[in-house]
Every structure is written in structure tokens, then in C-alpha cells.
């Protein structure tokens, strides 16, 4: 049995976000988890040329230094070139090696089909199906099905805040909308206030707020097309609509915030996963979001709002023409429009919608459950 598991010692690569998040929140007797920070010196001159070349894929490429006390390492979006035995975590797909020589892309391919990779977890059903939709641009790669058969789908945990999701908003005259996205522009932050604008003019009031500190990043995609005139133009909205504005808030004031919104706002163009969106359901506030990439699968019209687009096969919104990118955020603006108009005058569907929210939460983010599934991993690959 997983409890009888006794001084297992689990190496990670990093103690950042996604590592606490999916890796060292982890609790469990018998288990503890060890920083195993990279050593390039056992790093093959190969992978070394390309971690040099590309200055991210030390990110993706692990290599840590030889440690007899650790029995099995887990890592996130990354997999290790040297010799030991391991677990992943990926958002996406893996090997996460864009820029690669093709000799490098099948020695990826080879680690993962090869005894020392034990499990590959998938965050969501859309990561797997990347995964899987990644193997057609190597046609000759011939050990796909030895790498599929390592796969498992684990949603990461939340925990639910019991002293938070309190429902005397529902009690307040005023609705509270609200939308927090450090990347401005991707996250849809220029689509809402437009929509915000237009429903001002209809003379549909609400109280907004915008967490962001209006930056952009990876300035070749479509949606920072302009990226200076629309940020711009929100500084003078956010003034001219009067909508409550902080350029950053810690985590504690971000759930404090949306424990007292009826809704919380993400219409992303862009997301691997969705933190926040599994957070802010946790805390009672339902979400109005897109339907790329893995959303649909932690939000629906039944606990919350979703906003449709136009997407490829792997549930990405199409933006890789102006034409397209210009058509997802015209649609984005009026739907959006309608939802908030929607949950302005119907303010009594929020609260059926904050319940379900949180009993979804109960039931596919419980973090004994997760700590049940990935410490069976753990027992298996070690």
C-alpha cells in the first residue's frame, strides 16, 4: 500500500511556481522532496551547445549533479539528459525543446520512451493531446507508443478557502467584476475594458477592477499588435470609467478581491493552463473565460461563463493572421458584453453558479486525492 512507503526522497530541479504548485506541495509520509539544482558539467556537449544558443532552454533541460540520497526526480516542463530516474510534470508537451537539431529532438524522444522516464503527467487532457499532436511534426519517430503508454492525466490541486468564499456579495447592490492579468494584452485585459466602455454607454453600471501592471510580453504575437496605443487608450479608460485600479496586489489581497467579485474575467487569448482560474473558483467567485486550450475542462456555462473563438486543433484561438486575431477579439468584446450585461441583471444566477464552483473544486482538485495519484507515481518509479 502507497502509506507504508517509508524515507523516499524526491529530487526537483527548482524551487519556483510551477514547482510548488504541482511538486512540493506534495504531502505525504514516508515522502520528502529535495532541490536538486542542475550541473552543466554533466551536461552532453550537445545539450550544452543548445542551452548556450537558446537562453530559456535551461528551463527544459535538466541535468542534475549525482546524488545518492535521491531516489526519483520529479520535475515540470523538463526532462533530464543524465542518468537518473524521474517524472514529469508538462503543461504542453515535452521534449519542450523548440529550436532544436533533429538529433536532439529524438534523444528527447529516447529518454522519455526509455526505462528512466517512469511517468509523464499531463495537467490537463489538452496537454496530452498536444503531446500527441507533437509527434506528427517527427514522423519517424518510432517509439511514440512506448511514451504514450507513461502517460497520466493529473489536474493539479487547490485547496479550498473555507474562510473566504463567504456569499454577503450576493447581498450587495453593486456587482463586482473583476480582472487581474500581468500580461496586459494576451490575457484579454484590452478586450474587457472595451467591453466595460461599450456597456457604460448602455447605461449598464457595475463596479470594475483591473489588477495588471499594463506591460506586454512576446511582442511578435498578433494581440501586441498596436500593443502602445491600446495600453494607452485603457490608462484613459481606466480614468474615464472609473474603474478601481492597482498595478499589482499580493496573493492574500488578489483572493480577498475575488472572494468579494460576482465575477472574475480572464478572456486570455493565450494560457497553458489556468491557475486562476481553479483559484478564484475555489474562493466562490465564478469565472467568465475563453475556450482555448485546457479551460473548457476547469470552466462550462454551468459553474460559469464561457466566451467561444475560433480555434485549431489543440484548442488554440486562431491569431496567426491579422485578419483572424481581429475576428477573435471582435467576438471576444461582444460576447463579453453580453455575459457581463447578463450577470448585471441577473445578479441571483451568480451565487447557483459560485456553489457549483466550488464543489467542482471538491471534486477534481482535492489535494489528498492528488497527493494519492502522484505518490503511487512516485512508489512505481522508484
Same mark, same amino acid.
Given at each position: 500500500?502507497?502509506?507504508?512507503?517509508?524515507?523516499?526522497?524526491?529530487?526537483?530541479?527548482?524551487?519556483?511556481?510551477?514547482?510548488?504548485?504541482?511538486?512540493?506541495? +506534495? =504531502?505525504? /509520509?514516508?515522502?520528502?522532496?529535495?532541490? !536538486?539544482?542542475?550541473? #552543466? &558539467?554533466?551536461?552532453?556537449? *550537445?545539450? $550544452?551547445?543548445?542551452?548556450?544558443?537558446?537562453?530559456?532552454?535551461?528551463?527544459?533541460?535538466?541535468?542534475?549533479?549525482?546524488?545518492?540520497?535521491?531516489?526519483?526526480?520529479?520535475?515540470?516542463?523538463?526532462?533530464?539528459?543524465?542518468?537518473?530516474?524521474?517524472?514529469?510534470?508538462?503543461?504542453?508537451?515535452?521534449?519542450?525543446?523548440?529550436?532544436?537539431?533533429?538529433?536532439?529532438?529524438?534523444?528527447?524522444?529516447?529518454? +522519455? =520512451?526509455? /526505462?528512466?522516464?517512469?511517468?509523464?503527467? !499531463?495537467?490537463?487532457? #489538452? &496537454?496530452?493531446?498536444?503531446? *500527441?499532436? $507533437?509527434?506528427?511534426?517527427?514522423?519517424?519517430?518510432?517509439?511514440?507508443?512506448?511514451?504514450?503508454?507513461?502517460?497520466?492525466?493529473?489536474?493539479?490541486?487547490?485547496?479550498?478557502?473555507?474562510?473566504?468564499?463567504?456569499?454577503?456579495?450576493?447581498?450587495?447592490?453593486?456587482?463586482?467584476?473583476?480582472?487581474?492579468?500581468?500580461?496586459?494584452?494576451?490575457?484579454?485585459?484590452?478586450?474587457?475594458?472595451?467591453?466595460?466602455?461599450?456597456?457604460?454607454?448602455?447605461?449598464?453600471?457595475?463596479? !470594475?477592477?483591473?489588477?495588471?501592471?499594463?506591460?506586454?510580453?512576446?511582442?511578435?504575437?498578433?494581440?501586441?499588435?498596436?500593443?502602445?496605443?491600446?495600453?494607452?487608450?485603457?490608462?484613459?479608460?481606466?480614468?474615464?470609467?472609473?474603474?478601481?485600479?492597482?498595478?499589482?496586489?499580493?496573493?492574500?489581497?488578489?483572493?480577498?478581491?475575488?472572494?468579494?467579485?460576482?465575477?472574475?474575467?480572464?478572456?486570455?487569448?493565450?494560457?497553458?493552463?489556468?491557475?486562476?482560474?481553479?483559484?478564484?473558483?475555489?474562493?466562490?467567485?465564478?469565472?467568465?473565460?475563453?475556450?482555448?486550450?485546457?479551460?473548457?475542462?476547469?470552466?462550462?456555462?454551468?459553474?460559469?461563463?464561457?466566451?467561444?473563438?475560433?480555434?485549431?486543433?489543440?484548442?488554440?484561438?486562431?491569431?496567426?493572421?491579422?485578419?483572424?486575431?481581429?475576428?477573435?477579439?471582435?467576438?471576444?468584446?461582444?460576447?463579453?458584453?453580453?455575459?457581463?450585461?447578463?450577470?448585471?441583471?441577473?445578479?441571483?444566477?451568480?451565487?447557483?453558479?459560485?456553489?457549483?464552483?466550488?464543489?467542482?473544486?471538491?471534486?477534481?482538485?482535492?489535494?489528498?486525492?492528488?497527493?494519492?495519484?502522484?505518490?503511487?507515481?512516485?512508489?512505481?518509479?522508484?
Amino acid at each position: 500500500m502507497v502509506h507504508h512507503m517509508a524515507n523516499l526522497c524526491v529530487g526537483y530541479q527548482r524551487d519556483d511556481y510551477p514547482e510548488r504548485r504541482n511538486i512540493t506541495n +506534495l =504531502a505525504f /509520509p514516508g515522502i520528502k522532496h529535495q532541490l !536538486a539544482p542542475d550541473s #552543466n &558539467a554533466d551536461v552532453p556537449s *550537445e545539450f $550544452l551547445d543548445f542551452v548556450n544558443s537558446k537562453g530559456w532552454a535551461s528551463r527544459y533541460v535538466a541535468s542534475p549533479a549525482p546524488n545518492h540520497n535521491i531516489d526519483l526526480y520529479h520535475y515540470f516542463n523538463s526532462i533530464p539528459v543524465s542518468d537518473v530516474k524521474f517524472i514529469s510534470t508538462f503543461e504542453s508537451s515535452l521534449p519542450r525543446w523548440w529550436g532544436a537539431s533533429q538529433q536532439i529532438w529524438q534523444r528527447g524522444f529516447d529518454i +522519455l =520512451a526509455g /526505462p528512466n522516464c517512469r511517468a509523464l503527467i !499531463a495537467m490537463s487532457q #489538452n &496537454a496530452a493531446l498536444i503531446q *500527441e499532436e $507533437l509527434y506528427k511534426m517527427f514522423p519517424d519517430i518510432s517509439d511514440k507508443q512506448a511514451i504514450q503508454k507513461k502517460i497520466y492525466i493529473v489536474h493539479p490541486p487547490q485547496e479550498i478557502d473555507y474562510k473566504r468564499h463567504k456569499f454577503a456579495k450576493f447581498e450587495h447592490p453593486k456587482v463586482q467584476i473583476t480582472f487581474i492579468g500581468r500580461d496586459f494584452l494576451r490575457k484579454g485585459g484590452y478586450e474587457f475594458i472595451k467591453s466595460v466602455d461599450k456597456l457604460n454607454k448602455k447605461n449598464i453600471k457595475f463596479d !470594475a477592477t483591473i489588477v495588471s501592471p499594463l506591460i506586454t510580453f512576446n511582442n511578435d504575437s498578433r494581440w501586441n499588435d498596436k500593443a502602445e496605443e491600446k495600453l494607452n487608450e485603457t490608462k484613459v479608460l481606466i480614468n474615464s470609467l472609473d474603474i478601481e485600479y492597482f498595478p499589482s496586489l499580493n496573493n492574500e489581497a488578489v483572493l480577498d478581491l475575488l472572494s468579494r467579485s460576482h465575477a472574475y474575467v480572464l478572456p486570455s487569448f493565450h494560457d497553458t493552463y489556468g491557475f486562476s482560474v481553479i483559484e478564484a473558483q475555489s474562493v466562490g467567485c465564478p469565472v467568465v473565460c475563453t475556450d482555448q486550450r485546457s479551460f473548457p475542462e476547469l470552466n462550462s456555462n454551468d459553474i460559469g461563463w464561457i466566451l467561444p473563438t475560433e480555434k485549431d486543433s489543440c484548442g488554440q484561438i486562431n491569431s496567426k493572421d491579422e485578419a483572424a486575431f481581429l475576428r477573435n477579439s471582435d467576438m471576444l468584446v461582444q460576447s463579453l458584453t453580453e455575459k457581463i450585461a447578463e450577470i448585471v441583471q441577473h445578479p441571483e444566477i451568480v451565487k447557483l453558479k459560485a456553489i457549483q464552483s466550488i464543489e467542482r473544486i471538491k471534486k477534481e482538485h482535492d489535494p489528498y486525492q492528488y497527493s494519492l495519484k502522484i505518490a503511487e507515481l512516485y512508489r512505481k518509479g522508484s
